[in-house]
């Protein structure tokens, strides 16, 4: 069966959870896992699923986003595969920027008109997971249903952050209602397996994953012409009106990253011995931008559960539960524990490394203590400098950087001098 399905990844708004890693770029821009961009996720699903027409559609810094779509996804002359993106646009029928989900999707629909399709998948670009869209395709068609909805199981504490549903035994909604009430939840529980009833986990949440048959969309759009949003409106009218809503259970690893901690927890993640999201997956591997990089190159450092992107010249003393990104340069006897260090856009000659800018050449330099911590990009860190987060450290921004839950987040491009202490001192 050939199943003719279309994607469309939503790049996000502003991204101000992010902040300030989307200070200069979107949030499906930013980088993950040392070498990856956030969008490399979603696309990466799509083609493993044999979904090879994608729209990204995009509304803020979306230079670099743009930059790297089109320096990584090319496809031969002899497919059909693409993946374009869509930036917010002024057109005759609308002068204002997408606001919200279902809205962006609707004023980019007269892009794909051209195209052939029955079905659109709508995914959401920063998430991380590993899923098979075909398998999600065929128990939509099997169900007969207007609208699939990705669903995962969470426990009572996860549930009011969620879109909850309330799915019957034939896996079909019924209800949906957005973040609920803790004290309403009771009558939102979902038939789940014994191994979810277990762990506590007897709620389906909504993961932003959505499969509509084209003229269901259509249909939906000119019946609910001022809805913006699809969790909060499209979704709750389309059960409302009687359309066939169904539940996608999804049981393995799946994450948002829309927050800074829930994106320093899933980099850790991946760090693990056995990490829930496998980047070392033959079957399902995950593309991004292949750079000519010179393999990394290391001087007796210690590495414990730690993943090293290409590039790298490391003399650090000890990398513990860190993700080093591409081209990244760690001067001697430094220690980084529980970090992201995302590297570099570029190798400084060896001209500019004897005069280097601002006195301090790009990456970290001696007798430093890098501790939970995210280090942006082109950052100059000098020798003998303290960056350590702490959970009593209070959100604060500052010039070169922001304090969000704890974690010290250098904004790109940072200048750190020698002997500064960013941080809990002790």
């Not at 949030?27 to 490399?40: C, E, Q, S, T």
């Not at 959401?124 to 075909?134: I, K, P």
């Not at 426990?155 to 309403?184: C, S, Y």
Request: hydrophobic content about 40%; charged content about 20%.
């Amino acid at each position: 069966m050939i199943i003719k399905m279309i994607g469309l990844i939503l790049g996000g708004g502003v991204g101000s959870r992010l902040y300030p890693l989307t200070e200069q770029r979107s949030k499906p821009a930013v980088p993950i896992g040392g070498k990856y961009r956030l969008i490399d996720i979603p696309i990466s699903n799509c083609l493993n699923s044999g979904v090879r027409r994608m729209f990204v559609v995009t509304q803020f810094n979306s230079a670099s986003l743009n930059s790297h779509i089109k320096n990584t996804y090319h496809f031969d002359h002899f497919s059909r595969g693409f993946v374009e993106i869509l930036a917010a646009e002024q057109t005759r029928t609308s002068s204002k920027w997408f606001q919200g989900t279902a809205d962006a999707v609707r004023q980019s629909m007269h892009h794909l008109v051209n195209h052939d399709f029955d079905y659109i998948l709508i995914l959401s670009g920063d998430q991380l997971y590993q899923m098979n869209f075909e398998h999600m395709a065929k128990y939509h068609i099997q169900q007969e249903a207007d609208i699939t909805i990705g669903t995962i199981p969470v426990t009572a504490q996860e549930a009011p952050a969620f879109g909850i549903m309330k799915v019957n035994a034939g896996g079909m909604i019924e209800r949906f209602v957005e973040k609920p009430d803790p004290e309403v939840l009771p009558q939102w529980k979902s038939k789940v397996s014994a191994n979810y009833l277990k762990e506590g986990k007897e709620y389906l949440a909504s993961m932003g994953i959505y499969i509509f048959n084209k003229d269901t969309l259509q249909r939906l759009f000119e019946e609910y012409a001022d809805a913006l949003d699809f969790g909060k409106e499209i979704i709750p009218n389309a059960i409302h009106s009687g359309y066939r809503v169904a539940s996608y259970e999804f049981g393995g690893y799946w994450t948002d990253v829309g927050s800074i901690r829930s994106f320093f927890d899933a980099n850790m993640e991946l760090t693990k011995p056995i990490p829930r999201f496998n980047l070392f997956d033959s079957e399902h591997p995950v593309y991004t931008h292949p750079r000519m990089l010179a393999p990394s190159k290391f001087y007796g450092t210690i590495f414990r559960q730690a993943l090293v992107a290409e590039g790298c010249i490391i003399h650090a003393e000890r990398i513990e539960r860190a993700v080093i990104g591409i081209r990244s340069r760690i001067g001697a006897y430094t220690v980084i524990d529980h970090a992201i260090v995302m590297g570099n856009d570029y190798f400084e000659s060896l001209e500019e490394l004897e005069n280097p800018k601002h006195g301090i050449p790009l990456g970290i330099g001696k007798h430093c203590l890098i501790e939970n911590a995210i280090i942006d990009k082109n950052c100059r860190i000098g020798d003998n400098v303290i960056i350590r987060g702490h959970h009593s450290l209070k959100n604060e921004e500052f010039p070169t950087h922001c304090t969000v839950d704890g974690i010290i987040v250098l904004k790109k491009g940072a200048v750190i001098p020698n002997n500064t202490v960013l941080g809990q001192t002790n």
